[in-house]
T-cell receptor, first 112, second 112 residues
Framework: AQRVTQPEKLLSVFKGAPVELKCNYSYSGSPELFWYVQYSRQRLQLLLRHISRESIKGFTADLNKGETSFHLKKPFAQEEDSAMYYCALSGGITGGGNKLTFGTGTQLKVEL | NAGVTQTPKFRILKIGQSMTLQCTQDMNHNYMYWYRQDPGMGLKLIYYSVGAGITDKGEVPNGYNVSRSTTEDFPLRLELAAPSQTSVYFC???????????FGDGTRLSIL
């Protein structure tokens, strides 16, 4: 069974401080992992996916298969980063990939 | 493009009433999904569809029905509303199952 764990419900950091949002997953095959973000009064939207290995809005995430983790990082937090962040896993086309399994989300609050 | 559009945005129902949550997308995506999000929880998949005429159950399908007569529309039906169905409902679509999902704004449903 697929499972995604985000251990922190709330993460509060000061502006300019580094940010790390934790995500661990359980999946027997090769997962596809995503980070989604929901800003206040906006819809849920894709932030980044591991397969593209890109940096979006200064955020990066590296898939660590040994630790089964996909933590989201940013070196310097900005006020506009305050939002709800969800880690999600797909089994891919060959692995029951018709659905995403979401974590419970982490609320990031960047304080001035 | 509007993307994924959900109506209504808010609704209050009495126990035992029925209603249909509407979802439409204009991106010609084959894959569509319905999720529910309870307070403090992640998104849980109710039903999904891989194309017009094809639907399948997700994690929490009890108490709901869906249909997919066109590529654009994927309505979710509650036949006998129960307090346990109080939640925020999100519709999403994707071009392929392992591709990012595009979400609607959500429908906040309260059953009293």
């Amino acid at each position: 069974a697929q499972r995604v764990t985000q251990p922190e419900k709330l993460l509060s950091v000061f502006k300019g401080a580094p940010v790390e949002l934790k995500c661990n997953y359980s999946y027997s095959g090769s997962p596809e992992l995503f980070w989604y973000v929901q800003y206040s009064r906006q819809r849920l939207q894709l932030l980044l996916r591991h397969i593209s290995r890109e940096s979006i809005k200064g955020f990066t995430a590296d898939l660590n298969k040994g630790e089964t983790s996909f933590h989201l990082k940013k070196p310097f937090a900005q006020e506009e980063d305050s939002a709800m962040y969800y880690c999600a896993l797909s089994g891919g086309i060959t692995g029951g990939g018709n659905k995403l399994t979401f974590g419970t989300g982490t609320q990031l609050k960047v304080e001035l | 493009n509007a993307g994924v559009t959900q109506t209504p945005k808010f609704r209050i129902l009495k126990i035992g009433q029925s209603m249909t949550l509407q979802c439409t997308q204009d991106m010609n995506h084959n894959y569509m999904y319905w999720y529910r999000q309870d307070p403090g929880m992640g998104l849980k998949l109710i039903y999904y569809s891989v194309g017009a005429g094809i639907t399948d159950k997700g994690e929490v399908p009890n108490g709901y029905n869906v249909s997919r007569s066109t590529t654009e529309d994927f309505p979710l039906r509650l036949e006998l509303a129960a307090p346990s169905q109080t939640s925020v409902y999100f519709c999403a679509s994707s071009v392929q199952p392992n591709q990012p999902q595009h979400f609607g704004d959500g429908t906040r449903l309260s059953i009293l």
